[in-house]
Nanobody
Framework: QVQPIESGGGLVQAGGSLRLSCALS????????MGWFRQDTGKEREFVAA????????RYADSVKGRFTISRANAKNTVYLQMDSLKPEDSAVYYC???????????????WGQGTQVTVSS
């Protein structure tokens, strides 16, 4: 059992940047892949980005490609989501998840964080 814990959300103006962090607590013995998802009020949760355990393989949703960057710390149980050129439509609760494959499908992830709010004003 592991618990992802997100941080770094906040309020920014369009065109600004934020960096989200996700740290795994608990029994972090396995080599977890990590993913970021987001969900706005009344909408389905959508994939944002994912990274494998080694950090050598990443994938992004088309809507954020070229603007967001996912990376891992050397400790491997911490991941970051650097968000640049933010748009109002990026506003959502962002969730970090851990699983055994860097999939774009939420069902492939076992452990989920509580989420951190990102609000982008125009």
């Amino acid at each position: 059992q592991v618990q992802p814990i997100e941080s770094g959300g906040g309020l920014v103006q369009a065109g600004g940047s934020l960096r989200l962090s996700c740290a795994l607590s608990g029994r972090t013995f396995s080599r977890y892949a990590m993913g970021w998802f987001r969900q706005d009020t009344g909408k389905e949760r959508e994939f944002v980005a994912a990274i494998n355990w080694s950090g050598g393989s990443t994938r992004y949703a088309d809507s954020v490609k070229g603007r967001f960057t996912i990376s891992r710390a050397n400790a491997k149980n911490t991941v970051y989501l650097q968000m640049d050129s933010l748009k109002p439509e990026d506003s959502a609760v962002y969730y970090c998840a851990a699983g055994y494959d860097s999939s774009s499908s939420a069902r492939e992830y076992t452990y989920w964080g509580q989420g951190t709010q990102v609000t982008v004003s125009s």
